[in-house]
């Protein structure tokens, strides 16, 4: 396709705005233009000139995550925010940082850290990136690591939010104090949406100290019961973990369990000891983190990412296990079990169909399904987890939805339609065809 | 119409659970903002999700407004109700529903008293962490419309931080769930954006709440110190030293004053200022850190520190914190108590204006302050028997807010903007800011019925005509939800 030269309006509007290559695509979709804006105002003339021309738009950092979510049913312009790249607050006394939008998440640490504090966010590169991803990207696809048993996810750290809107309008919610209830907190809204309500162009974090010492103390245990034992032995302890993970290589393979404490020297020296004897079994403690920690699977297979409540851990290993067996796979999974998150990697060889089937399977399983005591009466919510395929080959997101049923997804349709009523800001790419 | 309504509303209650009597109005005429007050059309006290359901069902056929209302105890007239609306009470919805101490979850209703969770729960070492200042009365229902903190929110976080789950009843009448429970629930963060927009987008009829583990060890220091900017400079030692605490509380002079007139809390006497600070954690960790907050106290001037090592001297520590709002009813006729957030930085300088400006005005001002997180509680103190102290007093008060502005904090950090400070709310956030926020409001309450003429200054025409519904609402059209 040989490259359209860029409108008039949406050249008058950004200093850079270049026909699309092929590398600019997004889940096979090609754009026509790709922009990038280097200030807020810029960004709002850009989605201006947009809506006057109809077209379809897109937000993209260093595209880290862009092969999550599905695909766009229509993408005419890639708004980059790479030139969006300026840290414009860090007021260490207060622990508040108010960055632009394109700033990276890896270049924020740096600049944190010289201060000694961090945004408490842990999650590691993808497979094949360089580099985390930006700040704006992060909000967007809701991505955390670890340690979101301590300090949660994007959205608990994030206290103000300014986007711009699908008709250019620039608003601001929340700001840079902690502690602020003043409006509606349209940040909560823009994180985890996937560009689809508009474009994440600064934001205002929450810090925390960067603490003197960690102490991973880890452990091989016997199967999915065991497993669930040991967590909630740590997360039941007074010593404070602020993660608690688990990685399993195979079906009926050892579960890997390992606790991160983190403190002063001497607090996590002490409590590191107490932990190993807590969960027994020859456990060992390190400085560092065993290999497998935070690891997800290779880019080009399907991630699944598994929600649940923590009490039902064993059970979603075993309901994973037999719907996965059913299907003929074996997928390694590993993640964040206190917190309730774990990670299915399916490779990519694995037929489309199979996985398709993986993923029904388990969402129709009862650890996902209405809460135990109060099953089918109605008093707890429908359901109690999702599965989500993260990023997942062609064939494999042609195959099964990649969202699955979400709760009230007609308000959430609703609120799209305030937000965008053309439908043009990243159409298709969330739950429910949004 | 409303005649017709009371006798729907009676049959879906029962004949106990309306209330129309206009003396018995008047019982629910304002919530902790007493200076607000306006006698509802009628009261409801529904028992069960399914007759909120109906309840809002039938005031949006009739086109009357609806206001919840857990137990009255906002600060900012969130649950003030109308004269031509309906108030729907949840004070009888008060069971837990159940318990996951494996999951560290509860499924709670909303009339359950915010302690009562943590009470229910201690039993598998368990607490529900925010914890506002009136947990023992108010409603957790009435904490999901805040997004309600507490003293110890600056370690502990936010309501929002703690729930991962809500039944809710639209504005139009259906009952729906907003997240699964998990926290990490696909879709928009409905679940967040709801928390704390002060009961304008639905109302909640059952929440999921998240445990923390009881720490091992809490310890409570009080120090007191000449002027509290010798108490600002420890608290930002504290923060500098990379320490957490729990809560850092200040009281300044006339605040101590107060409490000790009224509850004889035996503060330090003839301090310019008292800090508690409490740390929470593991026993180890909380004792180092105690030895070194209680060193920086010292280097920043600290006359005299005392410690509280079990419940009791905590709650000896507590007891003129707790009561400092009440308090000072004992030396002033009236007063306004004020719900400023400052970046912490600013809290010395932001300080010595409201000095400059009580001065000025002539009026008195006690400041009671979250100081780790900059959340100011200036109590503007006036005798309210003349109409001119009052608007004095209520300029000084805008005064203070203006001044939270400028130094780019907030108009309210806890209690809400509610009735009390709508007016306020453009001259934190400009008219495109609203706007936007607005269109949440239009995404799930178009027809303008839920709490009405809260938070905005203006509302914002939806498109649609109030009260009149033209098609299936889509949740009900892709059968996700029940209509009642």
Known sequence: ?434 | MMDTLVQRLGEICGADGVVSDPLELRTYESDGLTSHRCSPGLVVLPQTAGQVAEIVTECARAGVPFVARGSGTGLSGGALPRTDGVLIVTSRMRKIISIDPASRRAIVEPGVTNLAVSKAVERFGLFYAPDPSSQVVCSVGGNVAENSGGAHCLKHGFTVHHVTGLQIVTPAGQLTWLGDGTGGSAGYDLLGAFIGSEGTLGIVTKIIVKLTKIPEAVTTLLAAFKTTGHGGAAVSAIIGAGILPGAIEMMDALAIEAAEAAVACRYPAGAGAVLIVELDGPQADVERETAAVRALCEEAGATEIRAAGDAAERAAIWKGRRSAFAAVGRISPAYIVQDGVVPRTALPRVLDRIAELSAEAGIRVANVFHAGDGNLHPLVLFDDATPEACEAAEVLSGAILDLCIEHGGSITGEHGVGADKSRYMPRMFGADDLATMQLLRCAFDPAGMCNPGKIFPTPRLCGEVPGIRRAPHPLVAAGEIEQF
């Not at chain 1, 359209?4 to 754009?31: I, K, N, T, Y």
């Not at chain 1, 065991?226 to 993660?243: D, H």
């Not at chain 1, 996902?368 to 987890?385: K, Y």
Request: aromatic share 4%; net charge negative; hydrophobic share 50%.
């Open chain 1, 1 to 434: 396709m040989a490259a359209e030269p860029v409108p008039g309006p949406l050249a008058a509007a950004c200093g850079e705005v270049r026909p699309a290559s092929e590398d600019d695509a997004v889940a096979g979709v090609l754009p026509r233009y790709v922009a990038w804006p280097a200030s807020v105002a810029e960004a709002s003339a850009v989605l201006a000139a947009a809506a006057g021309l109809d077209l379809a738009v897109l937000p993209r950092g260093t595209g880290t995550r862009l092969a999550w979510g599905a695909p766009p049913r229509r993408c005419d312009l890639v708004i980059d925010t790479l030139r969006l790249d300026r840290v414009l607050e860090h007021e260490a006394g207060d622990l508040v940082a108010r960055v632009q939008a394109g700033v990276r998440i890896d270049d924020l640490a740096g600049v944190l850290g010289l201060a000694g504090q961090q945004l408490s966010l842990d999650f590691p590169a993808a497979p094949g990136e360089a580099g985390r991803g930006t700040v704006g990207g992060v909000l967007a696809t809701g991505a955390a690591g670890p340690r979101r048993l301590r300090y949660g996810t994007p959205r608990d750290l994030s206290i103000g939010i300014t986007v711009v809107l699908a008709d250019g309008t620039v608003a601001h919610s929340g700001g840079k104090v902690v502690k602020n209830v003043a409006g509606y907190d349209i940040g909560k809204l823009f994180a985890g949406s996937y560009g689809t309500l508009g474009l994440i162009v600064e934001a205002a974090f929450r810090l925390h100290p960067v603490l003197a010492a960690a102490a991973f103390v880890t452990r091989d245990c016997a199967g999915p019961a065991a497993a669930q034992e040991l967590i909630a032995a740590a997360v039941g302890s007074p010593l404070a973990p602020s993660a608690a993970e688990i990685d399993r290589p195979a079906r009926g393979a050892p579960v890997r369990v390992s606790v991160l404490l983190e403190g002063d020297k001497a607090g996590v020296a002490e409590r590191s000891a107490l932990l190993r004897e807590l969960l027994g079994g020859g456990a060992s403690i390190a400085a560092v983190p065993p290999a497998w920690w935070g690891r997800s699977g290779a880019a080009d297979g399907t991630l699944l990412r598994i929600a649940f409540w923590a009490g039902e851990l064993a059970a979603v290993l075993d309901a994973l296990d037999a719907a996965a067996s059913e299907a003929g796979l074996d997928p390694p999974v590993g993640g964040s079990a206190a917190a309730g998150v774990i990670y299915a990697a399916v490779p990519g060889s694995a037929p489309a169909a199979s996985v398709a089937e993986l993923v029904t399977a388990l969402r129709a399983s009862r650890p996902l399904g209405p809460a135990g005591s109060a099953d089918g009466d109605g008093l707890g919510p429908p359901s109690r987890g999702s599965v989500v395929v993260l990023h997942a080959p062609p064939a494999v997101r042609d195959a099964v939805d990649i969202w699955g049923p979400v709760p009230s997804a007609g308000l959430m349709r609703a609120v799209k339609d305030q937000f965008d009523p053309g439908h043009r800001m990243a159409p298709g790419r969330m739950a429910g065809g949004i």
